[in-house]
């Protein structure tokens, strides 16, 4: 039995998921509903970092825990590039923080209903509730509800994508990390991202927050979403006791809590099916080159709400007119998405050498060069 009817609704309240949210709201007067199966805004979250002017143009400066205006990209072999900037270039933020930012204006702005600890357990197709065709939703506190438009923006979980039996995306980063404090940080205007693979094929981080705290972490790149976070900690475990010099700024340091998870990277083929659109890291949109998520979710959950809008105003909710999110994401993205899944085959999979002489081949760009390669793969 369906109890309630919203317009749309939104599996998922990680930024991808919020800032869908947020920027449909704002602009239409119709009813959402958003889930999340734990707590909004999990602090165990790897270490998300993303550039200034995004911080800027979605407002979320208070969320800004550090911002960086020297890079350094170094191997554990004692190989390094860096990079100095007149003003920041980085920043890194409190993940919790930024989805109560967005969460506090999504309740001010428009009229959506937020539901927190509550799953969605599966959807099916319902053509006669108010003789329109609908999702009807069943979730983990009994209830059924009905939508005319899904929003999946579960994350690894691909809610949608598993029920559907899609293809899932074909490279997965496993990050495990921890905020330390009671560290020696020189410079905690100084942003490090490293090189694997002896410390686990996905690279690190070590992001300063101030002079006695930082986070620093690795990951695993993978070809399968399942792999034992157990051996990724013990990497991280081995390159905090091993790698110098972190291994003497990090001597005396305290955990205050681990940061792990899992990154789907390489784009879904699609993101419009019929009634269900899918946004974030679920469609496999953080950048396959950095591992980057906070910029794509917000971007891409303001595109998916733009077409949302234009279906709500338009009382048509069509395949035809959802897919215009697609075609305004693969315009931006697809082709440097694709070229970079394809290398990453490859690039993931070096040997510790071939990652040397990467960083080496890094030593010859200039700053702007090296700010583009992270940003958007290519100088």
Known sequence: MVEVKYDIGIVGAGVAGLSTALHACSKIDGTIIIFEKGKIGDPRKTS?????????????????????????????????????YDEPVFVTLDYEKACRIILDRIKKDGNVSVLENVEVRSFEFNKGFLRKKNLILSLSDSQNIAVDVLVDASGKSFFAARKMGLKLP???????????????????????????????????????????????????????PDFPMALVKQNFVNAREEF?????????????????????????????????MIVGDVGGQATPWYCEGIRPALES????????????????????????????????????????????????????????????????LTPAQMLRKVRYNKT
Not at 261 to 271: A, V
Not at 331 to 347: D, E, H, L, Q, V
């Open 48 to 84: 998300p970092f993303t550039f200034p002017d995004v911080v800027e143009r979605y407002d979320l400066e208070d969320s800004v825990l550090q911002r960086y205006s020297r890079f350094t990209y170094r191997s554990p072999t004692g190989i390094s590039a860096s990079f100095e």
């Open 170 to 224: 074909p490279l997965y980063s496993h990050p495990y990390g921890e905020l330390l404090v009671g560290c020696e940080v020189a410079d905690p205007s100084e942003m490090c991202i490293f090189a694997g693979k002896k410390y686990g094929n996905g690279g690190g981080w070590f992001y300063p927050i101030d002079e006695k705290t930082a986070r620093f972490g690795f990951a695993t790149v993978t070809r399968t």
């Open 244 to 276: 110098y010099p972190y291994n003497h700024l990090l001597k005396n340091a305290r955990t205050v809590r681990s940061e792990k998870g899992t990154i789907p990277l390489g784009p879904l083929r699609k993101f419009v099916y019929p009634s269900i």
């Open 301 to 364: 959950g303001e595109l998916c709400a733009e077409t949302l809008c234009e279906a709500y105003q338009k009382k048509n909710y069509s395949t035809k007119i959802l897919k215009k999110y697609q075609e305004k994401w693969d315009a931006r993205n697809r082709n440097i998405y694709s070229k970079s899944t394809k290398i990453g085959f490859w690039s993931w999979f070096r040997t510790q050498e071939e990652w040397d002489s990467a960083v080496k081949e890094t030593t010859l």
